[in-house]
């Protein structure tokens, strides 16, 4: 029996879960919150380690700035079918800095789950993951004494 209570990619990525198990939040704390920007170094739930290999993260520059310059635009483009002044410079440099300033907690968090969700080939939703307990709430076996052998 499938659980219908899987949600979409589309979905999980937007509430910033884990693109294994899909209930594991990827981040610490709100996504404008003043203190700090930190991710998590591995899934709380199922484990999974993030940062696949060093400077994994890199590539999400790219998704941020694309993310960035289409904020821009569609700012600018806003204040223009507003205000109709089309040749301030400092108006529409302020925009787009304010723009750009406003939306970076929210282009650094989700730059990262484009490239988590949709840009990491080998990284895929598990089903079994969503129905299983954190890995915290799972007991490890326990140790074997070492025995020598003669």
């Known amino acids: 029996m499938e659980n219908t209570n899987i949600p979409s990619p589309g979905k999980a990525a937007w509430n910033l879960k884990c693109p294994r198990c899909r209930k594991g939040p990827v981040f610490e704390g709100k996504t404008y919150q003043l203190k700090s920007q930190k991710m998590h170094t591995k899934c709380p739930h199922c484990g999974l380690k993030f940062e696949r290999e060093p400077g994994y993260f890199y590539v999400s520059m790219f998704v941020s700035y694309a993310m960035s ?15 109709k002044i089309d040749n301030d410079f400092w108006l529409y440099l302020g925009v787009a800095l304010g723009s750009a300033i406003v939306f970076s907690p929210f282009n650094y968090r989700y730059s990262r789950m484009i490239l988590l969700y949709w840009l990491s ?3 895929r939703f598990v089903p079994e993951w969503f129905n299983r307990p954190p ?3 799972v007991q490890a076996p326990a140790k074997q004494p070492f025995s020598k052998s003669h």
């Not at 310059?69 to 205000?83: K, L, P, Q, R």
């Open 121 to 123: 080939p080998g990284l």
């Open 69 to 83: 310059v289409a904020e821009m635009v569609i700012a600018c483009m806003t204040v223009y079918f507003i205000t």
């Open 135 to 137: 890995v915290s709430q």
